[in-house]
């Protein structure tokens, strides 16, 4: 009688928007996801992200669009109703009640026999590796038992949907490593759907199966981590999963390929969306922005940062340009190096308002 | 997202209930309008006897309670009264909170005990004791009596209120001002006094508005020529069998007008819960 | 150096250096003023009336509290007192309570708490005055009263004018004092127990309540202490011969009537006493519930 997540098959959601007065937070959001994924919904402040997640709630109303479940429309549904888990970006535990009153509320609200509830309580208790601290109130523990407390709280109810807001986001860096690995093991051992709110795009690359970028109340690009890592679709997309250099120029054909200007050089680069001849913008990775002694494109260092195995570097080309790259030896403001990048490296998209 | 009731899809039992909420606090307030209404209206009134309205309306009875009751004298005491508690509260209090605000020192738990007393125990209990004492000192029945009085609720009600607006400041700026040179005289007056200032202006406005409308204390210890309004306005009801209940309700209007115009000062900048939260703040310090 | 525990003062330190290790310096002296006044004017009133009460103008010690206790015409004060209080500090108390819950959502809440103030400035005095007119025979009530059929109502010089009057100038104190701990409870600890499916009631029951009570123990003893002492309405409004005779009444009888001020000292001792008594009666069923803080963990 373990802890299993109830049965669905796809979670729809379709056209879902949110307005606060005249600003629009949720634009149109279409999504789907099937039972036993882990999607990231990842994005800057002010994205849309959060206010997602508390419409999947049912915490906010839509203000157009529906939700739902297989084929029951869920959107109309109070949150008291829809039998949702969230785990809250401050835990809200509730201060008054022991660590197993509070994971075993949610049982308690479904009208569970006392027995019942202890059983499950226990199980949960022992999946998040809490067992110990049953009995004290929220108020005794640390950040990162809080978090597990808030977890067990959610997965205890056996949900087919857990929602994550920015979960670890208060907890400090060692402990926030420690809990993504606890979160992902959680997640599988019980086999449920969860949707995980988060601005930091590694905590989503590492534990996706799938991420939605957002922007501004919009999904930018859905996809798995590596086609975000290496493929993202558009430049604000780009921006956000660490393409630091975003250069503005003029492309022209060559072949298969595109030649930019760059620092007054030609460099090649692959074309991503409809990028042909004209303004463009190419994003690198600062750690595919390689020096090489042959390489085309000349710049002055203008900073260099020791952080550990490699230096952070910055410089500019000598038509002006920012570039940011990587060094394995120390170099000095005002030197000069030479770097190239791998033209699959270099993603040249079409400059358009999109 | 506080503000956002979970799931505005009311049940029709939900929107019953908040009509009985509404219609509670409606007919609550539209009473006590109609009460302050009438005694308006009927100081405005001619007579007034078994009708809706007054027969006629003038302006006479505050001419004629003005000389009855002697307003002029009683506004001046009022005042005197009212400016006296305000300043002295300010001097003993102000400079209290900011001693308990910035040190630690033994018995602190003590001192701010022995500040909250006087606003838990009622002007009642501890107003007669209070009383017999200032007449035996003879204090008693004469303005100055009456300010003291007064003043013993309202020195804890400032050391209290300012505690939190001095704690506010980063004690790092005073350091700062020191290390440039400020000695204690400047940095009072260059420094804590203008940061201060909304705070104290804040206290001060509340501690008159609480002691135009403070009966008890005064009642006690006034003689017959040191009564604030709301205690003539006390033996003028009191006494209502002898004199016309226009003039009454006039003088009540003079009062009322006296009172709400120093609220409405005060609440351009404070917070209207800021004067019933005090004695909390005190107590909640958990 | 060695083998000298850290804690032990230097005695060579001078008095200056030591008193400032306990944090007491010229600053700490600022609060010496406000101290002496409080002490002056409301501690040793307090005890100097503590102890005229036991010096009665004739028979022994106890003469006072004896006499208190056998008169029916002082004891009944008492009783007399608790019949309007305790009503009407619960009245206004447990009433706030949906009220406040309700305007917690409201965004322009401050237009209604700046209504409610208004009751608590202008003061007792002023509305017994309002109520003498408002309630009266020909006022405005009777007068709707009569217009629906009902018949007069006898609202004034009675109980029902003080209880009203405390009503109307207690409310607001109870309401905006409920509203400031139910805006201080964590609105995510309701989400939270909604998303684990609990219904407005069960949601009420099990988080607000609990977390409110503490809060709920403060209002109800300061609003209690707050009617216990009610006098003007009691004089001017009520009977204050009869039903409404009010301990506080007794106080000021014995003081400017009777000039006996042993008597009225011991009456005001009686009556803060019986404050006291209540209060931590209320006090001490507090213990029983959750007293901690209202937010729910870190974040």
Redesign the interface.
């Known amino acids: 009688m373990a802890i299993a997540a109830r049965d669905f098959r796809e979670l729809r959601l379709d056209e879902m928007s949110r307005n606060f007065g005249f600003v629009n937070a949720l634009k149109g959001v279409n999504l789907t996801v099937r039972r036993g994924e882990f999607i990231a919904l990842l994005g800057p402040s002010g994205c849309g992200k959060s206010t997602a997640l508390?419409c999947l709630?049912?915490?906010?109303?839509l203000s157009g669009g529906s939700v739902w479940l297989d084929n029951t429309r869920i959107d109309?549904?109070?949150?008291?109703a829809?039998?949702?888990?969230?785990v809250?970006?401050?835990?809200?535990?509730?201060?008054?009640m022991s660590v197993r009153k509070n994971i075993g509320?949610?049982l308690a609200?479904?009208g569970r026999s006392k027995a019942d509830i202890q059983r499950k309580v226990d199980e949960a208790l022992a999946i998040v590796r809490l067992g110990d601290q049953a009995e004290k109130?929220?108020?005794q523990l640390s950040?990162g038992q809080?978090q597990r407390v808030?977890i067990a709280?959610?997965i205890v109810?056996e949900p087919p949907l857990v929602?994550m807001d920015e979960p670890l986001?208060?907890l400090d860096a060692k402990l926030r490593l420690e809990m993504r690995a606890e979160i992902r093991r959680i997640h599988e051992l019980i086999g449920s759907a969860t949707i995980y709110v988060t601005h930091d795009q590694e905590e989503a690359l590492s534990l996706a199966d799938r991420i939605v970028v957002m922007r501004a109340g919009e999904v930018r690009q859905v996809g798995t981590p590596e086609d975000l890592y290496v493929r993202p679709a558009h430049p604000d997309v780009a921006e956000f999963m660490g393409y630091r250099n975003q250069i503005r120029s003029h492309a022209t054909k060559a072949g298969n390929l595109l030649s930019i200007n760059v620092g007054g050089v030609g460099l090649h680069g692959t074309p991503i969306d409809n990028a042909a001849d004209g303004a463009i913008v190419a994003a690198i990775r600062p750690d595919d922005l390689k020096i090489t002694s042959g390489g085309p494109l000349a710049v002055t260092v203008e900073s260099a940062q020791y952080h550990g195995n490699e230096f952070y570097c910055s410089g500019r080309a000598t038509d002006g340009a920012e570039l940011y790259f990587r060094s394995e030896t120390k170099i000095q403001k005002g030197d000069t190096v030479r770097l190239m990048a791998d033209p699959s490296r270099v993603l040249v998209y079409a400059e358009t308002p999109s | 997202m506080a503000t956002q009731a979970l799931g505005q899809q009311k049940s029709a039992g939900e929107r019953l209930w908040a009509i009985a909420i509404w219609a509670l606090v409606i007919f609550f307030v539209v009473n006590f309008v109609a009460m302050i209404a009438t005694v308006v209206v009927n100081s405005f009134g001619t007579r007034w006897l078994g009708t809706w309205l007054p027969a006629g309306y003038t302006t006479r009875w505050y001419g004629a309670a003005w000389q009855e009751f002697q307003l002029d004298d009683v506004l001046i005491v009022t005042f005197q009264v009212v400016g006296a508690v305000v300043l002295l509260s300010g001097l003993l209090g102000v400079p209290a909170a900011y001693a308990l605000a910035r040190r630690n020192f033994p018995g602190k738990q003590l001192v701010i005990l022995l500040f909250l007393l006087p606003m838990l125990i009622p002007p009642i209990t501890f107003g007669i004791p209070l009383a017999t004492v200032l007449y035996q000192s003879h204090l008693g029945g004469n303005i100055s009596g009456v300010i003291l009085a007064n003043m013993v609720p309202t020195v804890p009600f400032v050391v209290l209120v300012m505690i939190p607006f001095v704690e506010q400041i980063d004690p790092r700026i005073e350091a700062a001002a020191r290390v440039f040179g400020a000695g204690t005289g400047r940095l009072f007056l260059h420094v804590l006094l203008p940061l201060l200032a909304p705070g104290i202006l804040a206290a001060l406005l509340l501690v008159l508005v609480r002691t135009i409308a403070m009966f008890e204390l005064t009642f006690f210890t006034a003689g017959p020529g040191s009564q604030t309004l709301v205690v003539a306005l006390y033996y003028a009801v009191y006494a209502a069998g002898v004199r016309a209940g226009q003039s009454i309700d006039a003088m009540a209007v003079v009062y009322m007008v006296t009172t709400l115009v120093w609220l409405l000062i005060a609440l351009r900048f404070v917070d209207p819960t800021q004067i019933v939260t005090r004695a909390k703040s005190g107590s909640a310090a958990e | 150096m060695t083998g000298r525990p850290l804690s032990e003062p230097d005695e060579r330190l001078p008095l200056r250096a030591r008193l400032a290790l306990h944090e007491i310096d010229g600053v700490t002296l600022l609060v010496v003023p406000a101290v002496l006044f409080v002490i002056g004017l409301f501690v040793y009133p307090f005890i100097y009336g503590f102890i005229l009460s036991f010096q009665p103008k004739a028979g022994g010690w106890l003469a006072n509290y004896q006499k208190f206790f056998s008169v029916p015409f002082l004891y009944d004060t008492i009783a007399a007192t608790l019949w309007l209080a305790v009503p009407a500090t619960l009245i206004n108390v447990l009433i706030s309570i949906p009220i406040a819950m309700h305007v917690r959502r409201m965004n322009r809440r401050r237009i209604l708490t700046t209504i409610l103030v208004i009751p608590i400035t202008l003061g007792t005095v002023l509305i017994a005055e309002g109520l003498l007119n408002y309630l009266g025979p020909q006022g405005w009530l009777n007068r709707t009263l009569m217009l629906f059929g009902f018949g007069q109502v006898r609202l004034v010089h009675n109980y029902t004018g003080v209880m009203l009057s405390l009503i109307l100038s207690g409310f607001p104190f109870a309401f905006l004092l409920t509203l400031s701990y139910i805006t201080g409870i964590d609105p995510s600890l309701e989400q939270a127990a909604s998303t684990l499916g609990a219904k407005p009631m069960a949601r009420f029951r099990h988080i607000l309540m609990p977390l409110l009570a503490q809060g709920l123990a403060i209002n109800l003893c300061l609003s209690f202490v707050q009617t216990f002492s009610v006098f003007p309405s009691a004089v001017l409004l009520g009977a204050p011969a009869g039903a409404t005779r009010v301990i506080s009444i007794a106080a000021y009888q014995a003081a400017y009537e009777q000039y006996d001020y042993s008597m009225a000292s011991a009456i005001a001792m009686i009556m803060g006493f019986a404050q006291l008594l209540v209060v931590a009666l209320i006090l001490s069923a507090r213990s029983f519930v959750y007293r901690g803080a209202v937010s729910g963990g870190k974040g």
């Open positions: 508390n709630a049912g915490l906010l109303n109309q549904l109070k949150p008291e829809r039998g949702f888990g969230m809250f970006q401050n835990y809200a535990l509730f201060p008054h509320f949610g609200m479904q109130l929220p108020g950040g809080q808030a709280r959610a109810i929602l986001s208060n």
